[in-house]
């Protein structure tokens, strides 16, 4: 969890003209992102709603759509956004063998940002 904080968060900075419990704000919200990519990651996927209803009941910051595993940190808004934003809309199959082509879908998009998160800090 601390090595995938320090991935994300070791190039934040606060911005000259952003209020300092506002950026005290965005930080714990990327401290419960990444305890929920971390701890709440090992977690079955029937197990995943009751880790959402215990994050929902210590904090309110969430969206009420989905579960706490749909959203990611929007860097330039500072909230919650759903992981299928950054799906492409028109995706299609380049010319390659079948077995090569990866399907973009939420999960491929989640675990790609995960991983090349570590894999840019050195994780």
């Not at 911005?15 to 079955?44: M, N, P, R």
């Not at 029937?46 to 210590?58: K, M, T």
């Not at 010319?95 to 675990?111: A, E, L, M, S, Y």
Request: aromatic share 14%.
């Amino acid at each position: 969890m601390c090595k995938l904080y320090d991935a994300l968060c070791s190039k934040l900075t606060q911005g000259e003209d952003e209020d300092h419990e506002a950026y005290k704000l965005y930080l714990e919200k990327w401290f419960v992102f990444c305890l929920i990519w971390s701890v709440g990651a090992t977690v079955e996927e029937g197990s995943r709603r009751e880790i959402d209803y215990i994050l929902r009941d210590i904090e309110s910051m969430f969206p009420h759509s989905n579960t706490v595993y749909e959203h990611y940190l929007n860097q330039e808004k500072h909230e919650w956004a759903p992981w299928d934003e950054k799906l492409q809309a028109n995706w299609r199959p380049i010319d390659k063998d079948f077995h090569k082509i990866n399907v973009p879908t939420v999960d491929t998009v989640r675990n790609r940002y995960i991983v090349q998160a570590l894999l840019d800090y050195g994780s």
